[in-house]
């Protein structure tokens, strides 16, 4: 008989968006996307981060005045997108921790991503949300909450012959 305790495929690609946020170097909030075609096949992985070419080191990671992040780091969507490559997403879906901000939002739509599972909307209240949501409605792309069956997965990486 097959395994019944075997993770679905939602779960899998959220596991990669949150696999993928464990690379970001922010020391407040990780966020991971996961692109995934109508195939069920990984198209791109994305974290929030530095663009390339800008040290880690170098550019700010505080949260206010001079030394504020904001105007440099890439969000997960957004990398994630342009990790494809100029491939084609449309009709894919996005998986990613946080709600996409109104910058994300204008990129997913414009690539033609047509879906977005979320774990996280706790900037739902916000003028940047509540935009975002705004245009997704409008272009017609599909939002939802994604509601996994499990809280944790574990990742062992002790190799077999040594358990």
Known sequence: MKRTDYISWDEYFMGIAMLAAM???DPNTQVGACIVSGENIIISTGY???????????????REGSDAKYPYVVHAELNAILNANGRDLRNS?????????????????????REVYYLSDKYADTMGTLASKRML??????????RPKMST???????????
């Open 23 to 25: 690379r970001s170097k």
């Open 48 to 62: 929030n981060g530095m663009p390339k070419g800008c040290s880690d080191d170098e550019f700010p990671w505080g």
């Open 93 to 113: 879906r996005l998986y990613v921790a946080l709600f996409p901000c109104n910058e994300c939002a204008k990129a997913i739509i414009q690539s033609g991503i």
């Open 137 to 146: 409605d409008a272009a017609g792309v599909k939002y939802q909450r994604l």
């Open 153 to 163: 997965i574990t990742l062992d990486f002790t190799p077999a012959e040594e358990k």
